[in-house]
């Protein structure tokens, strides 16, 4: 086959990366498979929107890509094996990898590592792929010299995001005119911006990594062409950012800019350009502009102690309820004789705690009398009319809690979840706090407790992960009493909205160390590359904004997760970026 045929072939699988795989969205009706776990709902039948296909696409275009690698270095000459390419580099994210595949093999989630979570769809294939496209995206680079060719696939996936995004922006909804007749309800306001992503956050996860590239081709490059679609692009995913109102994006932009001006700045400083003066003048402008966004940053960043309730935990045991509350126990015990319910209440010495019983219009309940308590009501119900199965709720401040012992055989207490399931609470679902985070819920968006209980997981993942995509299921999502007074109550957890802790739990601390070392590397090496480059060649300039890309996604990664949504092209264009390095070096 002649080389330009082996060219274009070779973009086959980069047109389904960049431009295809992003733009999947089409609903997918799934079974449950979470429908056993007492804090996730019990529909049989769940829907997805945005991420099954895109999943399913990520592992087929990943599983072409490994044949398309296959096919191409059996066809190589002796003389241009990979061997002749320093590829040190990808040592740690070999390690990775394997760590990543060991942790899924050896899980106790099996199902979930290859099928994926609701909501998240992120499977142990989806994360071989990612690295099979890094491989791919270096190769194609080196070997073919498609700089050109997956740069205007690039600006083709890039041009159909931003035109949806802006279109939603303007209130021209495009799945909202696809599906409107078929009965789907959008969550969504018009005017929010979300493009093909799931969440307003994956929008400004996508700018991060593609503003540079455009901004700086628009500024740089010598071709008008080229400078005016980039140009285009630049402004598309600008107002994308903005009308997904991330405030991470936002902020981490600011640094990034205000970096490349700091670093372009450096590179020039001994030279007789004036090309400090408009580079200064911009620097200037942005951290004005950081000054004027700080009560909004402070907002958010903002770490106010959580106001907790006076409710501190409560066990299930054999024959009675401990509520404990305002360093008191309270010990409640149902008691049936034919049709009539009655309940006994004991504090921690075991004398009776005295109630009023009311009976009026609301219904019959106790209200407790001993001030110890006061505020706690308790009510006998009817949990079902055939059979008749009782129990008892406890209005603890603006909640009710209801238990039962005649749902199962064992004739103990159980907590009966507000989605009709049973479950036990005792030490076992006391989840642990990391003590800097205690009371810091509402760091950044909420985002404070949820660190706040992932950091304490990580002892027991440190060689090996729970396994791809299980995150929900090693999370405290069982720990009710803690979520409620932090007000995640009836929420459930399914990712950490930090991608570091996710991989750390998923994979394994050591899988984590890794992945940093490979980015390092990659990083420390291209700035070594590119302080020493003019920024005035298509390669060296695609090169330079790569770099600020993945700096970008990495530092917002501190604050959001991967995704099947943007994670893809994070790893291809780190694949390129790579590519590019080593034909700038191989040219010295």
Not at 124 to 130: D, E, F, K, R, T
Not at 505 to 516: D, E, N, R, W
Request: overall charge neutral; some cysteine.
């Amino acid at each position: 086959m002649k080389k330009n045929t082996q060219n274009y072939v070779c973009m086959i699988p980069l047109a389904l990366w960049f431009v295809i795989i992003p733009l999947v969205v089409k609903v997918k009706f799934y079974a449950n498979p979470l429908a056993e776990y007492p804090w996730y709902s019990s529909e049989s039948s769940l829907a997805d929107f945005f991420l099954y296909y895109k999943s399913i696409l990520i592992t087929i275009t990943g599983a072409l890509m490994i044949a398309m690698l296959v096919w191409q270095i059996c066809q190589m000459r002796r003389k241009d094996t990979l061997l002749n390419t320093n590829t040190r580099i990808f040592i740690p994210i070999i390690i990775y990898l394997a760590l990543a595949i060991l942790s899924s093999v050896f899980s106790k989630y099996g199902y979930f590592c290859t099928h994926g979570m609701p909501d998240q769809f992120e499977t142990i294939w989806n994360l071989i792929a990612y690295v099979v496209a890094l491989f791919y995206c270096y190769y194609v680079v080196v070997y073919h010299d498609s700089d050109k060719p997956i740069f205007w696939l690039v600006v083709v996936g890039a041009a159909l995001v931003g035109a949806i995004c802006v279109l939603q922006y303007f209130k021209v909804d495009i799945y909202r005119m696809i599906y409107a007749g078929d009965g789907y309800t959008f969550t969504f306001e018009e005017g929010t911006v979300y493009g093909p992503f799931y969440n307003t956050n994956y929008v400004g996860f996508y700018s991060l990594l593609f503003v540079p590239l455009f901004l700086l081709l628009c500024i740089c490059y010598k071709e008008w062409k080229v400078r005016i679609i980039s140009g285009v692009l630049t402004c598309a995913l600008l107002i994308s950012m903005i009308g997904a109102e991330s405030i991470t994006a936002v902020i981490v932009m600011a640094g990034v800019i205000a970096f490349a001006i700091i670093f372009i700045l450096l590179k020039n400083v001994k030279t007789k350009k004036l090309l400090w003066i408009p580079l200064a003048v911009i620097l200037i402008g942005g951290i004005g502009s950081c000054i004027v966004a700080i009560p909004r940053v402070g907002a958010y960043l903002k770490a106010t102690n959580t106001e907790k309730t006076n409710l501190e935990n409560i066990y299930t045991n054999d024959d009675n309820v401990e509520i404990d509350y305002k360093g008191e126990k309270l010990f409640v015990q149902m008691i049936q004789s034919d049709d009539v319910i009655a309940v006994v209440l004991r504090d921690q010495n075991q004398s009776e705690v005295s109630c009023e019983y009311v009976d009026d219009d609301q219904g019959y309940y106790y209200t407790i009398t001993d001030e110890r308590f006061s505020g706690i009501l308790v009510t006998p119900v009817l949990i079902s009319e055939d059979p008749a199965i009782y129990g008892f709720t406890v209005f603890v401040d603006d909640k009710s809690w209801c238990f039962t012992n005649q749902l199962t055989d064992d004739g103990t207490y159980y907590y009966y979840t507000d989605l009709g399931k049973l479950t036990k609470l005792n030490t076992d679902t006391i989840s642990a706090d990391f003590g800097p985070l205690v009371n810091k819920s509402f760091l950044a968006s909420g985002r404070g407790y949820i660190w706040n209980k992932t950091i304490p997981l990580l002892k027991d993942y440190i060689f090996l992960g729970s396994g791809a995509d299980t995150y929900a299921l090693v999370y405290p999502n069982g720990d009710f009493v803690d979520k409620y007074n932090n007000a995640y109550d009836n929420m459930v957890i399914t990712k950490p909205h930090n991608m570091y802790l996710q991989i750390a739990v998923q994979t394994g601390a050591l899988s984590l160390i890794c992945f940093l070392v490979f980015y390092l590397w990659y990083f420390i090496s291209s700035l070594r590359i590119y302080f020493k480059q003019r920024l005035d060649h298509p390669l060296t300039i695609t090169g330079f904004a790569i770099m600020l890309g993945t700096m970008g996604y990495m530092a917002s990664g501190l604050f959001n997760d991967s995704t099947v949504t943007i994670t893809p092209l994070y790893w291809a264009l780190l694949g390129i970026g790579i590519g590019i390095n080593q034909r700038i070096k191989a040219a010295k």
